[in-house]
């Protein structure tokens, strides 16, 4: 199954893009009106890769920007559990990275949840820092990290 490169996400996604929400998270999950206002908004980039013999939805990352900061937020990065261990989640990482960079941002930050280690071995090795401990920070009264990369 080899993989598109990112593209931005487009109403023709929705479907597959709140069926891969909720089959990755059991927690905060966004739905269908939140990802059509997001496409819609100049301070959200939702990037969706998919395969390119089916037209499969394999991954999408969503990043955060707001007009007074130089920290940009990835608020969520999910790989279908068919497309995992394929390079999606670093295609995905990779492209937000570039697109921060490209756009002038001073660092990407990020939150995820203490027990992801497959999550968090991704980001440390593009040299993510836990920067804080988030307690009770998801349902569940998971604790979750916030991590930083810094470009400067």
Not at 83 to 88: K, L, N, S, T
Not at 102 to 108: E, Q
Not at 115 to 137: K, Q, T
């Amino acid at each position: 199954m080899t993989q598109c490169l990112p593209r931005p996400a487009t109403r023709a996604d929705l479907d597959a893009l709140v069926a891969l929400e909720a089959a990755t998270f059991n927690y905060s999950q966004i739905g269908r009106q939140s990802f059509q206002r997001l496409m819609q908004r100049p301070s959200a980039q939702l990037y969706v890769v998919t395969a390119e013999d089916t037209g499969q939805l394999l991954g999408y990352s969503l990043i955060l920007t707001r007009k007074n900061s130089r920290i940009w937020r990835l608020y969520s990065l999910a790989v279908a559990s068919a497309a995992r261990g394929q390079g999606i989640g670093r295609i995905l990482l990779e492209h937000a990275l570039q697109q921060a960079q490209h756009a002038g941002a001073n660092a990407l930050s990020l939150e995820v949840k203490c027990d992801n280690a497959a999550a968090i071995a991704l980001y440390r090795d593009y040299g993510f820092e836990v920067v804080d401990v988030l307690p009770d920070y998801y349902p569940g009264h998971d604790d979750g990290y916030r991590m930083r990369l810094s470009f400067t």
